[in-house]
């Protein structure tokens, strides 16, 4: 008789899910059969709270925020049709954990999620990561009360297997408003604030090969260490007026963008400036930290980096590449219904907009029609 692998117990499972590292192939774990899907909470979040405080002060009886994450996949078409485009999506529960589509860089924009299935063994289907939210979406509401112990993090992001000294424990890693550090680990019932090993506000945050790091807006990058202390991975060597970090092909990459000004003579202002010309330029440099610097990285080959409100991610495109991919948002505060992105190309130094290059725009909604073409109607939609 044929073994019934729907009457696994739960522990087994559990420990079998925690194996999965791929997002994908979590989801596709949670869609084999109902015992299955139940033995895991849909919001998996790694034993971190469902909802999180929002300020650090231990006396504080405000009310939570849930914690969400979203998964975010390139869908690449059958292997006998590599011309055609690949779609890149989203996917992820909304406050009242109903899963959605969203916009892969935007933190609150959805699509309507209308498609019955997509036969993923005929795709292929890359993990490029996940990012963590915070806050009520669609539609955020504020995430602060005052500014001297409350919260309005942006990216947020969460180290797996971070070790507190006795224990593996999930840390949660993001920045305070004041500029420093500010952690939330399982167990724990507030926020802990970290201030800053130099007199610069950090300006971003990442999870590399397992390590929580961030870096400040003179390029200084640290590490968490166990007990809370700051390890100095990387000594600061230039400042711009915004820093990524993104791991790409297991490099760590920098990036840092500032606004364009034209100093022509003709354009000053009446302080002699430049006058900001609209233009957002980036340089990308790779981590060497065994030679503690910085290599400037001219070209990415056919790696794409894409910068949203929340995420940091690279994916690969066979004949294009060398470019960043950018929301609007990232150094403009934008409250237009649409979202505005743009790509800067590492060549030729220039911006553009994303409607100029259907091979980048195509990327993102609504989905190419080879994926309709690939829906079961029969079946039903499980991607949560």
Request: with cysteine.
């Amino acid at each position: 008789m044929a073994a019934d692998w729907s009457q696994l117990p739960k522990d087994l499972l559990q420990l079998i899910y925690k194996k999965l590292n791929n997002q994908f192939y979590q989801l596709r774990f949670r869609s084999v059969c109902s015992p299955w899907r139940s033995s895991i909470s849909k919001n998996h979040l790694n034993n971190l709270p469902s909802k999180l405080p929002s300020s650090s002060n231990s006396n504080n009886t405000s009310r939570k925020f849930p914690l969400s994450k979203r998964s975010i996949f390139l869908i690449t078409p059958p292997p006998n049709q590599q011309t055609l485009n690949p779609w890149l999506i989203k996917i992820g529960p909304d406050s009242n954990n109903q899963t959605h589509l969203w916009h892969p860089l935007s933190r609150d924009t959805q699509f309507p999620l209308h498609y019955p299935i997509i036969d993923f063994n005929q795709l292929s289907v890359q993990d490029l990561g996940h990012e963590f939210v915070i806050g009520n979406f669609p539609s955020r509401r504020p995430f602060y009360i005052n500014r001297n112990n409350s919260l309005d993090p942006g990216k947020v992001v969460v180290c797996d297997t971070w070790h507190n000294g006795i224990n593996d424990c999930s840390l949660l890693l993001t920045i305070h408003v004041n500029g420093d550090l500010a952690i939330f680990r399982c167990g724990d019932e507030r926020w802990t604030l970290i201030p800053s090993i130099s007199e610069f506000s950090y300006s971003d945050v990442c999870v590399f090969n397992g390590r929580p790091m961030a870096i400040d807006i003179s390029g200084q990058i640290v590490e968490v260490r166990p007990d809370l202390s700051l390890d100095l991975v990387m000594e600061s060597g230039f400042g711009e007026e915004k820093m990524f970090l993104v791991e790409s092909d297991g490099e760590l990459l920098l990036v840092s963008g500032h606004l364009s000004y034209d100093c022509d003579d003709s354009v000053l202002d009446d302080d002699g400036e430049g006058i900001y010309d609209g233009a957002v330029q980036f340089d990308v440099f790779r981590l060497d930290e065994k030679e503690k610097k910085w290599l400037h990285v001219k070209n990415l080959g056919n790696r794409v980096l894409f910068l949203g409100e929340d995420c940091a991610f690279s994916a690969s495109f066979i004949g294009n590449g060398n470019c960043v991919i950018f929301s609007d948002t990232v150094f403009h505060s934008v409250h237009s219904a649409e979202l505005g992105i743009s790509v800067f190309h590492l060549d030729g130094r220039r911006t553009s907009p994303l409607s100029d290059f259907p091979c980048y725009s195509n990327l993102f909604w609504p989905a190419p029609e080879w994926v309709e073409l690939l829906t079961d109607n029969s079946r039903v939609c499980v991607l949560d």
